[in-house]
């Protein structure tokens, strides 16, 4: 091998769990601070977009602090799948757009997440 880097695995598993969570929790904050506003945004029931925010923020502090990864990746996992759903088959989004976010971001999340279901998100 040219480089042995799998001494900073752990590292690797440990900043990829904080990036997804910081992103998560990002995009989680509006839905819980203004259910109401992004249902009406988003075409979905407040009640829903609550559930949304609280289950984003929930599991990206488990990522956070390590307590169960593997379900905390599998609930984000499936809040991906629906976004994608959502923004192709719902608000017609294409992969990439030149004035909003394409669902390409999405897919990009989906795939890191399902890497810490099926890797268990630590070394």
């Known amino acids: 091998m040219l480089f042995e880097l ?13 990036v997804i969570a910081a992103i998560f929790i990002y995009h989680a904050l509006p839905k819980l601070r203004g259910a109401k506003m992004m249902s009406q945004a988003m075409g979905m ?36 799948i629906g976004a994608i759903y959502y923004k192709t088959m719902k608000w017609g989004v294409p992969f990439t757009a030149a004035d909003k976010t394409g669902w390409e971001f999405d897919l990009i999340l989906l795939a890191a997440t399902i890497f810490l279901l099926v890797s268990g998100g630590m070394v």
Do not use: D, K, W
Not at 47 to 58: H, I, K, S
């Open 6 to 18: 799998n001494q900073y695995s752990a590292s690797a598993f440990l900043l990829l769990r904080f």
């Open 45 to 80: 029931p407040a009640v829903m977009v609550l559930l949304l925010g609280a289950v984003e923020f929930t599991a990206s502090i488990g990522l956070i602090f390590g307590v169960y990864i593997q379900i905390a990746a599998l609930l984000l996992s499936m809040v991906m």
